[in-house]
């Protein structure tokens, strides 16, 4: 588990590696709409370079938040999931 101060002298533990930053956003939207102070980090690669290999947006918590957010990111990726698989069937009903 990696960790970083911050300015405030809480430490920073690494979340979860998103696909691009977009999607890093959206989990920082939902973890502070639960009240998780959250940092999304590399973000700025994507927009200097585009993307690139080995390089994602990471979104980091503090660290005494760090059950909480993967339990509403283990949340928040479940129902995507779901809602991925309901839109399939309304596209492609019988398969």
């Not at 977009?22 to 102070?37: D, M």
């Not at 980090?41 to 979104?59: H, K, M, R, T, W």
């Amino acid at each position: 588990m990696a960790t970083m101060p911050s300015e405030d002298q809480h430490d920073l533990v690494r979340l979860a590696a998103a696909i691009n930053s977009a999607q890093a956003h959206i989990w920082q939207q939902g973890l502070e709409e639960e009240g998780i102070r959250c940092r999304v980090l590399g973000d700025d690669l994507e927009a200097g370079f585009g993307e690139l290999q080995g390089f994602s947006a990471e979104v980091w918590v503090e660290a005494a938040d760090l059950v909480r957010a993967e339990e509403i990111l283990r949340h928040h990726r479940d129902h995507s999931e779901e809602t991925a698989r309901s839109e399939d069937q309304i596209e492609n009903p019988g398969s």
